[in-house]
């Protein structure tokens, strides 16, 4: 069964480190999300991507983080420099489109903490 | 204001109990769909069941069906035979509009402990 997969799934750093997450989609999913979660709370969106084009970043703190998909396929999200408020879960998900019906399927994320 | 409530922190079930997991959701928007999603202590998100807006019936998928009252915007998750593997963290989400640039909101969850 095809997943979302994700790298690295634990992450320690110590603040104004930089830190990059990978996330590979599932294939043939035109559409790739970026969320956070928060200990004890529901997912945030950060980004979203329809092939390589942002279609919505307005949550992402563009001035520490950024997000790239350049081939439309695979996907990197950085944080530079990091701040203890950025530990978290970060999760990957990816539908095939962007209709409101389609499924989000999730990687299995990845724990930062920030020292 | 809160565009999904989920108004239990936590449940306690026993093993082979039905439980329902409670949603209430706000939108002006008549296309919408509801999801629901659960998290074990793993960390993945797991899709368990959709209702469209327009659905004329209840989802059901397995042992997960969807009670959905659109008038009183409430969709919560019926959970039939609990096991103990259904020990979790559940999420209710809603997405607003046909166009999926909408993003899907989320609930602050319901952490389901079922008993031996």
């Known amino acids: 069964e095809a997943e979302v997969a994700q790298s690295p799934r634990y992450k320690i750093t110590e603040k104004s480190q930089a830190v990059a997450f990978w996330c590979d989609p599932i294939?043939?999913?035109?559409?790739l999300y970026w969320y956070r979660q928060i200990l004890g709370q529901g997912p945030e969106l950060l980004v979203q991507?329809?092939?390589?084009?942002?279609?919505?970043d307005s949550q992402l703190p563009k001035d520490r983080f950024s997000a790239e998909r350049l081939k439309g396929v695979d996907s990197t999200l950085k944080i530079q420099p990091a701040e203890l408020g950025d530990s978290a879960m970060y999760l990957c998900?990816?539908?095939?489109?962007?209709?409101?019906?389609?499924?989000?399927?999730f990687g299995p994320g990845t724990r930062l903490l920030v020292l | 204001a809160q565009k999904i409530t989920q108004t239990q922190p936590g449940m306690f079930v026993q093993e082979k109990e039905a439980v329902t997991l409670d949603c209430t959701y706000d939108t002006s928007d008549p296309s919408y769909g509801l999801f629901w999603y659960k998290q074990p202590s793993s960390g993945e998100m797991i899709f368990l069941i959709y209702?469209?807006?327009?659905?004329?019936q209840n989802a059901t998928e397995g042992r997960y069906s969807l009670n959905f009252q659109k008038a009183r915007k409430s969709a919560n998750l019926v959970i039939s035979a609990s096991q103990l593997g259904d020990s979790a963290m559940y999420f209710c989400a809603m997405r607003e509009g046909i166009n999926g640039a909408q993003k899907l909101v989320f609930g602050q969850g319901t952490r389901l402990t079922i008993n031996p």
């Open positions: 209702q469209g807006s327009y659905d004329q």
């Open positions: 294939s043939g999913h035109a559409t």
């Open positions: 991507f329809q092939d390589e084009s942002v279609v919505d």
């Open positions: 998900a990816s539908s095939l489109g962007t209709l409101a019906q389609e499924t989000q399927y």
